[in-house]
């Protein structure tokens, strides 16, 4: 992939610029963590030659080649599913297709298996209902990597991750997005973590029969107070199995009490830092050294909504006044969603544009979440195809080596990117695989049968 990934990179050099256990030995004190906050660091001009005659873009191509570099949440799955598409796909108007993830240099990446929370209150004959919806998600996924086994290989744990990497193939993982999927049954969590699935997002923007979530808009859905105890069943099974714990989406009490209940770390798959873009969707301060306390890794989500308050100012106006056109679009191009990303960038375009929001801006909140988590604790979560609006220069997967250029560019050690990049990740999944294999315990045999108690 070094092609790739040079290519890349010696074409952004200018932008860049521009842009400036209940087993007691695995019961460690969930507090402990070997990092610590650090300074920011001065920039180093992209001029400078690190050893010799290399540049800074050089030095970036070469350590982006040499990384392990994993993205935490792509919503590759569901486009292709409404599209009827395939991975080989290399279209302008989807942020990932084959071509892009080698161009990216990506070593694994997590296929979101996304269930709309409509279905867990209105399923349907022909489309079924929320665990329906989870499994044709992941068959499609099999597809996928059984049409491309040269270039992608089915992951379920740390280790598949690095043997992807000595290959040259592309790790494809699969997490779960919205607790409704498994229909308030533990058995139907046992059964996705069977077929693969490695993370759980406890909640969408519906709040479902367990877990409080975040929301979107308007008022919180608050129904709980956090976990009910179910809920906390919910993620005590989770962990036990070795299936990490997602607090994206989760509202602010529902976090406190995964973080009262977990044994072994969590993750947050694509949340970025509420102190830089106030959204209830982000991660608090407050939030990210509790994720930190607990040895778990917060993994940025590149959406400038999520990044910028000016362009969530913007995009909230602009919806006031085009959110019926917006709707007409939608329901359009239902079953042709890259249809409706080219109709609606031509919206926005005849409208009032949004405001561009600076690759710098993405740089900003990893380097903030670093500053307050500490750098063992900060990954890449880039929601890549269930985004709208994206950094300038982050047009999808082939962009990725342009943030390892941006984290030289301000000073941080190799070492440093190498952990953002995917090493933070891998730590903490081998923890969670670790844990649950000293429990000693049967997948099903030995698990929890605990139900809803109305």
């Not at 071509?99 to 997590?110: P, S, V, Y």
């Not at 068959?139 to 990497?165: C, F, G, M, N, W």
């Not at 709040?207 to 008022?219: I, K, L, V, Y």
């Not at 406190?256 to 991660?283: E, G």
């Amino acid at each position: 992939m070094r092609s790739g990934v040079l290519g890349c990179l010696s074409l952004v050099g200018s932008l860049a610029l521009a842009a400036c256990a209940p087993a007691a030995a695995m019961r460690e004190p969930v507090g402990e963590s070997t990092s610590r906050p650090r300074p920011k660091v001065s920039p180093t001009p992209l001029a400078t030659a690190e050893s010799g005659d290399e540049t800074l873009e050089r030095r970036a191509a070469r350590l982006h080649e040499s990384a392990i570099v994993i993205d935490a949440h792509d919503d590759i799955p569901s486009l292709m599913l409404a599209g009827g598409t395939g991975i080989e796909l290399d279209s302008p108007w989807a942020h990932t297709s084959l071509a892009k993830m080698k161009r990216g240099g990506l070593t694994g990446t997590f296929f979101s298996i996304y269930v709309e929370g409509d279905l867990a209150e209105k399923p349907t004959v022909s489309g079924g209902g929320p665990l329906r919806r989870a499994i044709d998600l992941v068959d499609l996924t099999y597809r996928q990597i059984e049409r491309h086994p040269d270039e992608l290989l089915l992951a379920t744990s740390a280790d598949d991750v690095r043997r992807a990497k000595r290959e040259g193939k592309v790790a494809v993982l699969m997490g779960v997005e919205g607790g409704h999927a498994i229909e308030n049954s533990l058995s139907a969590l046992r059964v996705l973590h069977r077929l693969g699935c490695r993370y759980m997002t406890l909640t969408h923007t519906n709040t479902n029969e367990w877990a409080d979530s975040a929301g979107f808009s308007g008022p919180p859905p608050v129904r709980h107070h956090g976990l009910t105890p179910f809920g906390e069943e919910v993620v005590r099974e989770m962990q036990r199995i070795g299936m990490l714990v997602d607090v994206s989406h989760v509202s602010d009490e529902t976090f406190a009490a995964v973080m009262r209940v977990a044994q072994t770390p969590v993750i947050a798959s694509h949340s970025s830092a509420r102190a830089l873009a106030d959204h209830r969707r982000n991660l608090s301060d407050d939030m990210l050294r509790a994720i930190a306390k607990n040895g778990g890794v917060a993994m940025v989500n590149f959406w400038s909504l999520f990044l910028s308050n000016e362009f969530g100012a913007a995009s909230r106006a602009w919806f006031d006044k085009n959110g019926a056109a917006h709707a007409e679009l939608r329901a359009r191009h239902k079953q042709n969603p890259l249809a409706f990303r080219e109709a609606l960038t031509k919206l926005r375009a005849e409208t009032e544009p949004l405001p561009k929001v600076p690759l710098s801006k993405l740089v900003d909140h990893i380097e903030h979440m670093i500053e307050v988590a500490g750098i063992d604790h900060v990954g890449l979560g880039s929601d890549f195809d269930g985004v709208d609006a994206l950094p300038e220069g982050i047009t999808g997967v082939d962009a990725l080596p342009k943030i390892t250029l941006e984290l030289l560019r301000r000073g941080h050690s190799d070492e440093d990117v190498k952990k953002v990049l995917g090493e933070n990740f891998l730590r903490v999944f081998a923890r969670a695989e670790a844990f649950a294999q000293a429990t000693g315990t049967r997948l099903s045999g030995d698990g929890s049968s605990k139900r809803i108690d109305r």
